[in-house]
């Protein structure tokens, strides 16, 4: 199949607000979670687990559809670049270890900050995590991923650090910056993931979601197809 690769603009889109995102209806359709595999286009490698964030598993694994999506979305690519998934399915534990984590990140980092800044910027980079909320992550409908080149295995120069809690984050930080190389590499991960049905959230260039309330929220969907799911 031919693939053309001219880059499309990644539209500017509003931030969600997590308070509208949690009323979202959800029916389950009890889809099985499933282990990422690891085959030539498509890996993972469990980024919580190798950097020992508490309860984290050796492990990324995703709802059913999502693979399958992942692999589709490997064939938009150009054919020397493939797609890593850094984690996915996320327990409650874990989810609350990486708002503790990247809380204390933002903490240092921004100290002039007020406590109540702190934490509304806590809420773009981390999901809220709670008994009653469905942190998106916990439904296997969520991956966070970046594209490696299939010769070196290197991954590419996205324009920030995975999970780094900074205006370079935003998915359309480079829009603006034709010149580097972050410009056409989140265009090339975006339209690939888009094409196939994920949904972006727009303060992180490498977290999609498909089936979870964030992408109905993102899809303008009525009501989401995967709630939180139990553990493998
Ligand atoms: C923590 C980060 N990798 C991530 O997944 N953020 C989103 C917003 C989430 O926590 O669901
Ligand atoms: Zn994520």
Known sequence: MHHTHTHKRIPSREHHDWNIVERIAIVDNQEPLVAVPNESRLKQEPIYFKNQVPHAINLCAARASVIEKL??????????????VLDAWRSREVQQALQDQIGDVIKQTYP?????????????????????????????????????DLNTGAYLDMGSDFDEPTDKSFTTAYENQP????????????????????????????????????WAHYSGRDYAVYGAAEQL
């Open 71 to 84: 692999r589709e979305a490997t064939t938009q690519l150009p054919e020397h670049l493939g797609i890593v």
């Open 179 to 214: 010149e580097h190389v972050a410009h056409a590499n989140r265009r090339t991960l975006y339209h690939a993931m888009l094409s196939v049905g994920f949904t972006n959230i727009t303060s992180e260039w490498w977290h999609y979601d498909y089936g979870n309330q964030l």
């Open 112 to 148: 002039h900050l007020s406590a109540d800044e702190q934490k509304a910027m806590l809420k773009q980079f981390v999901a809220p995590v709670g008994p009653d909320f469905v942190s998106p992550h916990l439904t296997g409908g969520s991956v966070d991923v970046t594209l490696f």
